[in-house]
């Protein structure tokens, strides 16, 4: 085991409800690296990132996940995030009574509170910092106020789930920048962050260095490449007949 | 000053001795919400006037701090007038200078000799045969106060009303009456309150309100007693044109039995009436708790919002009807209850009549379940620990906004939701 890693996936198995996810997941990312998963829907890509960030739902039954080195397998959600995992979810709930602007300090967990006022200015979303998290807010706003707490917390490893889907074309410019931001400033830990980050579209590269690409088909790692390379490439041919990954998938 | 009177015919005798007859029809009728309460269990003892103070800071330490419970302020900072009622007596009354001429604060029994015209509204907002309660009131009460604003007069600061309950298992049975003359604006905190000595014991509250044409009033009302305390309020408010009435309740502590169903008649055009409660069930508290609205003017328009958590051993019981009487008239009841425990229990039960109104608008939402996992663990993604994203999540669940409140009070009352958000784990 190379301790240098951010993340370390070892033969990780996950089920939903008694359902079987994923199956056998190994993965490494080391700092300042950022990875892009592709996958068709429903092959289990948001419940890679849930299960890193130990979301309950997400048992584990096989593997082992290690974070700077250290086996987080077993620890809950709010350790995991106080060590450096940072999730930004695709459609978060909505929580009443509390405003984003109280969320987001409480995500800089002391360190960055001061920034939180600037960090919405620079997404464009100060206007959301009184309203209740996601009450009513849009699908650009969604994506903004997730940003804007990921940003706050500042993680050695940014799990962004589709930044780009159902997001106008300005906006995907902000996420993407901020992004970009996110991934290129030393972490509250120091390290040089990484990222593993979903898209379909791949809208969300034009801003970002995909450093690695993945493909997850029902439930398992299939392909992997440089990151634009592997989109042209599932672009060209699909997922069924994408020449990187590891066997011809047939089509759905 | 203005003259209040109605037209309401015959001589003051013969009302009172009217009232008197269907009080007695009504001695044993039972509410039909709510535990029935034998009422000859609490004890009557002999009027004792109890000693009247000069100033509020001279009460002792436990009394002041039970008031402050409930939101009164003993050193009347910010009050514009303080009525403070302990047991059966009234041991102080008093308008600030900065305040006289503008409102009277007395009690209802000094009203009654004062104004003749206050027989017109005598019983008139609320039913005085409505049940065994509103008869206990009639046959024995022991004090109340009655507040009046004078029509055109804005009082900025709130006016501060404090029933306290010092003896053991008696009955204080109140009888008071707010009048905000035309064009009136004013704000009231009635705080409801127990020495800590008290372990059982009855309040039964009958609060009559009249707001004249264009007035407006804020009244918070906070509730803090006891396990073995037993509380029958009974409210009625008459909503003339153009007029406001705003509610706030609060309920944060432990109680046997609270049973309430104020009911409000937005009679003129333009009338409004908003409700805003808070409620916590702890321990074997039993809470049933309702807002009843018949809109009849043009314009009428009703909001009722409510935040149940129930804890423990509680059952809650969250009512709420709106009767659209006017085709211009808009209502909605939104009524959200959270459980923290197995064996607390929670209804909801909102109503709406469209009486011979097609068009009204009447409309509501209820919810009531537990805390939604989905939401702490978004929290713990922040990295809050699971008690802090729960503690927040209810603390959140019950903020809602209180309008027409003292800056002072508004913070009083978050410190003591933080509290109870704390303490719900």
């Known amino acids: 085991m190379d301790t240098s890693d951010i993340l370390q996936l070892d033969e990780v198995s996950i089920e939903v409800g008694g359902r079987p996810i994923l199956h056998d997941v190994s993965l490494r990312i080391r700092p300042g690296e950022t990875h892009v998963l592709f996958g068709p829907n429903g092959s289990g890509k948001s419940s890679l990132l849930m299960a890193i960030m130990g979301l309950s739902r997400y048992h584990m039954t096989k593997g082992r996940i290690l974070f700077q080195g250290q086996d987080i397998s077993h620890l809950p959600v709010d350790e995991r995030a106080r060590l450096g995992v940072g999730l930004m979810q695709q459609r978060p709930p909505s929580v009443r009574g509390i405003p984003l602007g109280q969320l987001a300090e409480v995500s800089a967990q002391g360190k960055n509170g001061k920034r939180v006022a600037e960090l919405a200015d620079q997404l464009g979303c100060s206007a959301l910092l009184a309203r209740d998290v996601n009450v009513g807010f849009s699908g650009g706003e969604i994506k903004k106020a997730e940003l804007l707490q990921l940003m706050a917390q500042q993680p050695a490893l940014a799990l962004v789930d589709e930044p780009d889907a159902g997001v106008d074309l300005d906006s995907i410019a902000v996420v993407g920048q901020a992004l970009a931001c996110l991934v290129k400033q030393p972490s509250a830990g120091a390290v040089a962050p990484a990222a593993l980050i979903i898209t379909h579209t791949g809208h969300i590269l034009n801003y970002l260095r995909a450093d690695v690409g993945h493909v997850l088909y029902g439930g398992t790692l299939v392909g992997e490449g440089e990151g634009l390379h592997l989109l042209e490439e599932i672009r060209k041919h699909g997922y069924g007949k994408c020449p990187i990954c590891r066997s011809h998938i047939p089509v759905q | ?425």
């Open chain 2, 1 to 425: 000053m203005s003259d209040l009177s109605l037209t309401h015919p015959g001589p003051v005798g013969a009302r009172a001795d009217a009232f008197r007859a269907r009080a007695i029809q009504a001695q044993t009728r039972p509410s039909p919400y709510g535990p029935d309460l034998d009422l000859t269990t609490f004890s009557h003892p002999a009027e004792q006037q109890r000693q009247r103070v000069d100033a509020l800071r001279s009460l002792e330490q436990q009394i002041r701090e039970a008031a402050s419970l409930a939101g009164i302020d003993s050193e009347e900072a910010n009050r514009a007038a303080s009525y403070f009622q302990i047991d059966y007596s009234s041991i102080y009354e008093r308008i600030q200078r900065r305040y006289q001429g503008q409102l009277e604060l007395m009690t209802t029994a000094e009203a009654l000799t004062s104004y003749d015209w206050l027989w017109d509204y005598w019983w008139q907002a609320v039913a005085v045969d409505q049940d065994k309660y509103t008869a206990a009131v009639e046959m024995a009460q022991t004090g109340g106060f009655f507040l009046r604003v004078f029509a055109g007069q804005r009082v900025k600061e709130a006016i501060q009303a404090c029933l306290l309950v010092q003896e053991n298992n008696i009955s204080q049975n109140v009888h008071n009456v707010i009048m905000i003359e035309e064009g009136a604006d004013a704000q009231l905190i009635t705080g409801c309150t127990l020495h800590p000595r008290v372990e059982t014991g009855l309040h039964i509250g009958v609060t009559e309100v009249f707001l004249k044409k264009g007035a407006t009033l804020s009244e918070t009302m906070i509730h803090n007693w006891a396990e073995g305390f037993h509380v029958r309020p009974r409210t009625g408010v008459i909503v003339e044109e153009g007029a406001t009435f705003v509610s706030n309740y609060i309920l944060l502590r432990p109680v046997r039995s609270v049973q309430a169903y104020p009911r409000v008649f937005l009679r003129g055009a333009g009338a409004r009436a908003q409700f805003n409660s808070i409620m916590v069930g702890l321990k074997e508290s039993l809470i049933d708790m309702g807002t009843y609205v018949e809109l009849t003017g043009q314009g009428t328009r009703a909001d009722a919002i409510s935040r149940a958590v129930a804890r423990d051993r509680s059952t809650m019981y969250l009512r709420g009807e709106l009767v659209g009487q006017h085709n211009e008239s808009r209502g909605h009841l939104d009524c959200r209850g959270m459980l923290l425990s197995e064996h607390a229990r929670m209804h909801a039960i909102p109503e709406l009549l469209a009486d011979s109104a097609p068009r009204s608008q009447l409309s509501h939402e209820a919810a009531v379940g537990p805390i939604a996992e989905e939401a702490v663990e978004y929290l713990m993604t922040r990295g809050l620990s699971r008690d802090v994203a729960i503690s927040t999540l209810v603390r959140g669940f019950m903020q809602i906004d209180l309008p027409g409140l003292p800056e002072i009070l508004t913070k009083h009352i978050q410190r003591v939701l933080a509290a109870t958000a704390e303490h719900s784990l």
